[in-house]
Structure formats: C-alpha cells, structure tokens
C-alpha cells in the first residue's frame, strides 16, 4: 500500500514511555492488592501489544493475560463509529477483576463498547488502563482508570501503533506530519 509523502517526530521517548509503565506498574499494583483475587489484563490487537507486555512485568502482582481484536479503524485513519469483535477472548472473564489494556483512546466507541461486552460477561470488575488519551476528540465518554498520557490531536505511530501498518516497532511515538504535493520532493 502506498502512504502519502509524510514525516514521523518523536513525541515521547522510550525511556519516558518506561518510566511512566513503571508508575502505572506501582499503581495497578497497589490497586489490586488482594492476590487471591484474579487480575486478568485483556489487551486490544494489535496496537496494545507492546503496551501490555512491557505494563504485565510492571505489576507485582499475580495476573493474567487475554487478547480480544476489534475493527473499527480498517486501513484508513477515522474512526468510522462501528466496532465489530473479530476475535474474542479464549476464556470466560466471569469472577475476575478485568482490565482492558488500550494503546489509544480516541473517540471512545472501542472501548465504551468493550466495556459494555465485558461487563456484560459477569466479571468482577471491568477498568480500563490506556496509554495514550485524546481526549478532545472524545464522542461517547469512557472512565478510564489508568492513563499514560494526555496528548493533542496527533496522528501517532511507534510502539505498537500504526499508520497502514508502518511504525509499529518504533521504540518510541512519533507524530506523523503529512506533506503535500508542492513539497513532496523534498528530502523528508
Ligand atoms: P476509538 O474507538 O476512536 O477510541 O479508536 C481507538 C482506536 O483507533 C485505537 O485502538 C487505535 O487502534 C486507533 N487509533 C486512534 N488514534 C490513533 C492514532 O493516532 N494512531 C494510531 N491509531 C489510532
Ligand atoms: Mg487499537
């Protein structure tokens, strides 16, 4: 697929994304302090995966792990307000404590609706732990009990994140500023 002419600028680097998951580690930890009671972390495919798995040996705590795979974005970069479940957990969520792990949070609807699902599923408790809030672009509102950062109304990639698939493995986030046509010869 080809991208349009763009440019990716570091938004946060890898060792404030570290630092900042041994925070939400601390805190998460603290926040479920009974071990006898499951803590099961349910990453979003496939944005979260990096998140999940560097947030997993933050928390001192026993847990678990599931994936669910949800399409609401498709190749383009709008969200177009329909969320279908394209791959669900492998087990039953009912008597844990849930917490869905997001890479980014946009308008909301992903995860106002994966909220909803696994309520709806009889857990114990269903909270939400995402990297990345823009939150001036929220349509439905989503308590979020965990969050990394805050940040404006950028199109990010890194860590996880992509743009048509590109970016993932950036150790850090980046910004991608588009070109247009006038400039696309320039060395960018
Ligand atoms: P929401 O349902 O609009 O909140 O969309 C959340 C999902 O859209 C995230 O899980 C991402 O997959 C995707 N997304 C939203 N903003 C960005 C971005 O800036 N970069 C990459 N993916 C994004
Ligand atoms: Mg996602």
Do not use: W
Not at 24 to 33: A, F, M, N, S, V
Not at 55 to 61: D, G, T, Y
Not at 128 to 142: E, G, I, M, N, Y
């Amino acid at each position: 697929m080809s991208i349009p002419a763009h440019e990716v600028r570091e938004l946060l680097s890898e060792g404030e994304i570290a630092s900042r998951i041994r925070e939400l580690g601390q805190e998460i930890t603290r926040d479920y302090p009974d071990v006898s009671e499951p803590l099961l972390l349910v990453g979003v495919l496939k944005g979260a995966v990096l998140f999940l798995a560097d947030l997993l040996r933050a928390i001192e705590r026993p847990v678990e792990y599931d994936f669910i795979a949800v399409s609401s974005y498709g190749a383009a970069t709008r969200s177009p307000g329909e969320v279908r479940v394209l791959k669900d957990l492998d087990a039953p969520v009912a008597g844990k404590h849930v917490l869905i792990v997001e890479d980014i949070l946009d308008s909301g609807l992903t995860l106002s609706s994966l909220i909803e699902r696994l309520s709806s599923r009889h857990a114990k408790s269903v909270r939400v732990c995402v990297l990345l809030d823009k939150l001036a672009r929220r349509q439905t509102p989503v308590p979020v009990a965990y969050c990394g950062f805050e940040i404006a109304d950028f199109f990010v990639v890194g860590y996880g994140l992509d743009y048509a698939e590109c970016y993932r493995n950036l150790r850090y986030i980046g910004y991608v500023i588009h070109h247009s046509l006038e400039d696309s010869d320039s060395p960018l």
